[in-house]
């Protein structure tokens, strides 16, 4: 027998609390206070928020309270109104897992059921409970990376959906195009496609030697074979004979897919630049910051963890970041079954798509993790979990080297901190 102490996660200081279920339109509130409880329901507006606050600041001062905790289900946006007034009159706040608020409802009432009056008295009662999650209230250079970086990756959805469009209409239009797919995002496939659109029709109209002038004048470093490469290519999908309306259209349609895809880059581009300006700011205001370190982690992707961790000063250990991640894993045992261990995905998941995006170039074999990736591999595991193992790895890296408050060191990465000491003694 193993006796343990437990420490109650009971909230003890002295503030009543309102559990809120919001909807778009309307609040629906509950609270219980020495041995009564009051229900409430208002508009979810400003100004009715305002007027409800302080009627309820009236009732906990009555009852010897110092003050309310507000607690809801985030909401994605509809909660930010009573969230941002409560702050503002100076009252505390707080928020509970929608999955948690989901899977207590048999244990408030033995039922599954769901309604706008049930939720609050179910948020109310896991407050009693003390499973409430901390209201971050990100601010500042952290806020405003937050809402670029949201910014960046819609465009970047985007500038993909984009660029596999545009190889839908050329597999079309210039269907024997034997190059591959990033050749037209290179400077000389840039050219090619200001000049001819992917065109193979507009290619051949004038004759080969027209072609090769414009395009070597156009591209002076441009090979003579990929001139003739493209020029066969050309030759071979006019076979076809499309109809020479049907190929303008596609034309015109691929000019426009081109357009948004150039506005989409220089829209990423200002992002970026704006990102790491204010990276250049929070460096300035804290120094454990790591700096960009070259085969390890860029300046950009920097402020991307950070837009999505925001400070890392406010995770107390390694484990609550994982958390935060979605990256802690998750056991499935029970007597003599064991299922198969995979992460949580509750966490942030534009934060897992940056740490993918940071890990995939340094898992190759000479880069900083490939060893230690294709170890994993080799050992018969799948590639998905071996990059999540690499996920995993660098977050507990990066807030390693945050909280070290030292400069990178290679030699720290894959051995332990007493080991590290006895080597550099």
């Known amino acids: 027998m193993k006796i343990q102490t437990i420490h109650s996660k009971t909230i003890s200081d002295n503030k009543l609390v309102v559990a809120f279920d919001v909807g778009k339109e309307k609040l629906h509130a509950y609270c219980e206070y020495d041995r009564h409880c009051f229900k409430d329901s208002f508009a979810n507006s400003t100004l009715m928020i305002e007027q409800k606050l302080i009627t309820f600041s009236g009732i906990a001062e009555s009852s010897g309270y110092e003050g309310l905790r507000i607690i809801a289900e985030p909401t994605g946006v509809y909660h930010h109104k009573l969230f941002r007034t409560a702050r503002r009159l100076g009252h505390q ?16 009432s033995n039922d599954a059921g769901k309604s706008d009056e049930k939720d609050p008295r179910v948020i109310s009662l896991l407050a009693k409970y003390g499973k409430t999650l901390i209201d971050r209230n990100i601010r500042d250079e952290y806020l405003l990376l937050r809402q670029l970086n949201a910014m960046y990756i819609d465009e970047e959805k985007a500038y993909v959906s984009t660029r596999c469009k545009i190889h839908c209409i050329i597999v ?24 001819y659109h992917a065109n193979p029709y507009r290619i051949v109209q004038k004759g ?10 156009a591209a002076s470093r441009i090979r003579r074979t990929t001139i003739q490469r493209l020029w066969q290519d050309a030759q071979s999908s006019v076979r076809h004979q499309l109809p020479a309306d049907y190929v303008q259209v596609m034309e015109s349609r691929l000019n426009y897919l081109w357009e948004e895809l150039l506005l989409r880059e220089n829209r990423m581009g200002e992002i970026e630049s704006a990102m790491t300006s204010i990276l250049d700011e929070l460096h ?10 070259k085969g390890v982690i860029t300046k950009f992707r920097i402020a991307q963890i950070l837009a ?9 250990s390694i484990e609550q970041l994982m958390r935060y991640a979605g990256l802690n894993i998750r056991e499935r045992k029970s007597g003599y079954y064991t299922g198969n261990n995979q992460i949580s995905k509750k966490g942030r ?11 995939l170039p340094i898992v190759k074999k000479k880069s ?14 799948s590639g998905n979990k071996a990059m999540v193992a690499m996920m995993r790895k660098f977050l507990r890296m990066f807030y390693g080297w945050y909280k070290s408050r030292l400069p990178f060191d290679k030699n720290r990465v894959f051995i332990d901190e007493s080991n590290y000491v006895n080597i550099n003694r």
């Open 349 to 359: 998941s534009d934060l897992r798509r940056v740490l993918g995006y940071i890990v």
């Open 93 to 108: 706040t707080a928020l509970v897992n929608p999955e948690s608020v989901h899977k207590f409802k048999v244990v408030e």
């Open 172 to 195: 079309e239009l210039f269907c024997d195009y034997s190059f591959n797919n990033e050749y037209l995002y290179t400077n000389v496939g840039r050219i090619f496609m200001k000049k």
């Open 284 to 293: 300035t205001k804290d120094s454990n910051i790591p700096k960009p370190v």
């Open 208 to 217: 080969y030697s027209v072609f090769y002038q414009r395009m070597k004048k």
């Open 308 to 316: 999505e961790t925001g400070p890392l000063s406010d995770f107390d």
């Open 368 to 381: 900083l993790y490939g060893k230690v990736y294709h170890a994993k591999k080799n050992s018969g595991m």
